[in-house]
């Protein structure tokens, strides 16, 4: 599928180009007749596309340029973004060491322009692509880059031929260069009476509350300024869908603060800047889906985005009687990308309320993931008039700006419960200290009567800070922690059945953790590195600070390809809240988590038996709802293998071997000669199994067959189940889910 500025750039700007119809064998272009048009002299002369397997008619030398044009980004190569359709010409074919050259046929030359999205290395005699009249070189180009990093994006260059309307040309492209940026990118070469680089940068009146753009599939993302004047006022990257074709949504950029005034676009890649803006609407409502909550394949009792992506919960906190969770958000696509916090809130922390986007991208970066907290004393001078600030901390994501900066993390507060955000003048409240350090977990830590933050900067470890006012941090050192990746947590659980005495739990974006002890400086582990999760869908999850019965409370990523929510206009959900408790076990206290008790709110249709006998030659079936929460106890008394097949999906449980296993995942090391006790939540696109009161958990994402509706338990020997209950939930999503307060 060509990205979407390709026909656009046929059908927006038609006063000037004609219709074009391809030779779907060569992948040539010809002018074809139109019924209402420009005069045949203004039209554009495709001089070639590359959208085909070969090179031929041009011909080639050498190895750099490969069997034929490329399909996007080689191996190894940084992405490719700014050609049109599928292929271009790429000569990293091989990396930068190879050199070859393309020559194409003969063209006369009926235009005054000749233009063409070059890309690459900018070495003006190595890499770079030129005119030839009777054999001499008339014109030649090269690609911007020439010093490390750079950005492998094409974008159009001009030549004025006027002097040689008539005659007959050839173009060469070569490169005869090997190490960094030994490459050249071309692609759509046509003859023009428009100066193609020369195209004016598109400018509004803004006069609505909302600009709106419509997001579809398969589209190359373009990055998005706008800018008042010579200051940027919005940043963002959208999959801009393409004319014809169903949009998955309409996202929405809020310039109500700009009325009146002349907003101007920035896009990158250049040449699609105008296409954006003649695809873009004002509006004063967003526009949402009619059926938007009850789409078939949406989470019906786990929190997902009314619209876009989603990714990792961040800022969970409590404040006036509001549990609050925030989460990576792209607001422009389904796919990840262009990192915003979106923000939703809840009283019961089952019902949810999406108030949107709280936290903005800006000249320092996309906004990745951090935690919030609730300065009860005051000790940033942020408050004013007895009012508490929210304050929460992000990584500014550098490398994901239009000029790419190193990652820093950042702080942004707020005194309206979370409605409005002001970012710290004085940001970033920590420089950069390695690549990629991100993920900031705050909390306060009463007994030193300060504020820590722990923060990913390396593999295998984590590092600490502390502040008094949450402005200056300084370092407390690192904690090492085989495995460590992103997104840390650390906090304090009572242990179960030993009064007060607790310990600390330090976590990782896999759930893998340490338990130990801390003294607001210094982490000091008692355990191995334990699991919490041995199913495929749980991940970068974060607690709640300020849970006002003192629970820990945690939420996590059901990260998956996203093909459970096909042609929907989300992606991505979150696990169901679940309650940690510290157990004692004879190798020392153990994480459990299962499902907070707000479940019971949306029980309907219970149903309970106890004693249930299996035998191999009697299976037990049962009818089941659609959104479930069921929980058995399994006992083998001589069967070898029970099964469980709750809506289609199969749970294993081997009592000699004390395995259980689902989807592929797999637990060992369950306890024989007692019974298991299984919990299992069920949604449209998602089970999450609880085994052991909480001490092993399974999550998945996968869209339910909605036609099954059974649950089916055999054995193949002699076994019981001790007890059934089956509980059918209520849909959590009301009218007004989507109305901000």
């Known amino acids: 599928m060509r990205p979407f500025w390709y026909p656009l750039l046929i059908c927006a700007v038609a006063a000037m180009l004609p219709r074009l119809v391809t030779d779907p064998v060569a992948g040539r272009v010809a002018v074809a007749e139109q019924e209402a ?26 190895e750099a340029f490969g069997p034929g044009p490329a399909e996007g980004t080689l191996p190894h190569q940084m992405p490719v973004a700014g050609y049109r359709g599928k292929r271009l010409v790429n000569s990293f074919y091989g990396g930068d060491g190879p050199q070859g050259s393309l020559v194409s046929p003969p063209f006369r030359i009926e235009r005054r322009y000749l233009c063409f999205l070059i890309g690459g290395g900018g070495y003006a005699d190595e890499t770079f692509i030129e005119l030839l009249v009777d054999g001499t070189s008339v014109r030649k180009a090269q690609g911007p880059n020439v010093h490390p990093g750079g950005s492998e994006e094409l974008d159009w260059a001009s030549w004025d031929v006027s002097e040689f309307l008539g005659q007959t040309a050839v173009l060469r492209i070569v490169d005869r260069r090997s190490g960094g940026w030994g490459h050249i990118n071309v692609d759509e070469i046509v003859q023009s009476d428009e100066n193609k680089a020369e195209v004016a940068t598109p400018e509004f009146v803004a006069e609505s509350r909302l600009l709106l753009l419509p997001v579809g599939d398969d589209t190359e993302r373009i990055r998005c300024q706008l800018r008042l004047g010579d200051r940027v006022v919005r ?26 005034q002349k907003l101007r676009w920035d896009v990158r890649p250049r040449s699609a800047a105008e296409i954006v803006a003649a695809q873009a609407r004002q509006a004063d409502s967003p526009i949402f889906p009619q059926d938007l909550y009850r789409e078939a394949l949406r989470p019906q009792f786990h929190f997902s985005p009314r619209l876009g992506w989603t990714n990792d919960p961040n800022g969970l906190v409590y404040h006036q009687g509001e549990y609050h969770l925030f989460f990576q958000h792209n607001p422009f696509g389904v796919r990840w990308g262009n990192m915003t916090w979106g923000h939703a809130v809840s009283r019961d922390l089952v019902h949810w309320q999406e108030l949107g986007d709280a936290i903005l991208p800006d000249e320092s970066g996309t906004i990745f993931s951090g935690s919030a907290v609730v300065d009860h004393a005051n000790t940033s001078g942020l408050g004013a008039n007895d009012l508490p600030p929210m304050c929460a901390f992000y990584t500014a994501a550098g490398g994901e700006s239009f000029d790419p900066r190193p990652f820093t993390q950042c702080m942004a ?174 190798e020392g206290p153990r994480l459990h988590a299962l499902p907070i008790d707000e479940i019971q709110g949306l029980y309907r249709n219970l149903a309970e038996e106890r004693a249930i006998s299996l035998a191999a030659d009697r299976p037990q079936e049962f ?97 019981e189940v001790g007890l059934l209950a089956i509980r059918e939930l209520r849909c959590i999503w009301s009218a007004s889910a989507d109305a901000p307060e």
Not at 38 to 52: A, K, N, S, V, W
Not at 492 to 499: A, G, K, Q, T
Not at 663 to 687: C, F, H, K, Y
């Open 623 to 719: 009818p089941v709802g659609e959104l479930l929460d069921v929980e058995l106890s399994l006992e083998g008394r001589g069967a070898a293998l029970i099964r469980v097949n709750l809506r289609g999906v199969e749970v294993s449980y081997r009592p000699n071997e004390g395995t259980l296993e689902c989807m592929g995942g797999r637990i060992e090391g369950l306890p024989r000669g007692s019974p298991l006790n299984l919990r299992l939540l069920v949604d449209r696109t998602s089970i999450e199994v609880f085994a052991v009161d909480g001490r092993y958990v399974m999550s998945f994402v996968l869209p339910l067959d909605p036609r099954q509706r059974s649950l089916q338990i055999t054995a193949d020997g002699p076994a």
């Open 235 to 260: 940043y963002f990257a959208v999959d801009v869908a393409e004319p014809g074709t169903r949009e998955r949504f309409w996202a929405s950029v809020d310039i109500s603060e700009f009325r009146g």
């Open 413 to 586: 507060w707020s005194l309206d419960r979370g409605r409005t955000w002001t970012k710290f003048a004085g940001n970033p409240v920590l420089g950069p200290i390695g690549d990629g350090n991100r993920d900031p977990k705050v909390f306060w830590f009463a007994p030193a009567s300060r504020w820590i933050m722990v923060l990913y900067v390396r593999r295998d470890a984590f590092s600490l800070f502390s502040s008094r006012d949450l402005k200056t941090w300084q370092s407390e050192g690192e904690v090492e922690f085989p495995s460590a990746f992103e997104c840390p947590e650390l906090f304090e659980l009572p242990i179960e059945d030993r009064p007060g005495e607790t310990r600390w739990v330090l976590w990782s974006a896999s759930g893998n953790h340490l338990i130990g002890r801390f003294d607001g400086r210094a982490f000091l582990p008692e355990s191995p590195v334990l699991r919490s999760e041995w199913g495929k869908n749980c991940y970068a999850g974060q607690t709640w600070n300020d849970v006002p019965d003192g629970r820990r409370v945690f939420i996590g990523w059901m990260n998956s390809d996203g093909s459970a929510y096909r042609d929907m206009p989300f992606s991505q959900q979150m696990t169901f809240p679940r309650r940690f408790t510290l157990r004692n076990a004879d």
């Open 37 to 62: 048009g420009p005069p045949q002299g203004t039209r554009d002369i495709l001089i070639d596309d590359f959208e085909r397997a070969e090179y031929a008619p041009w011909t080639a030398e050498g």
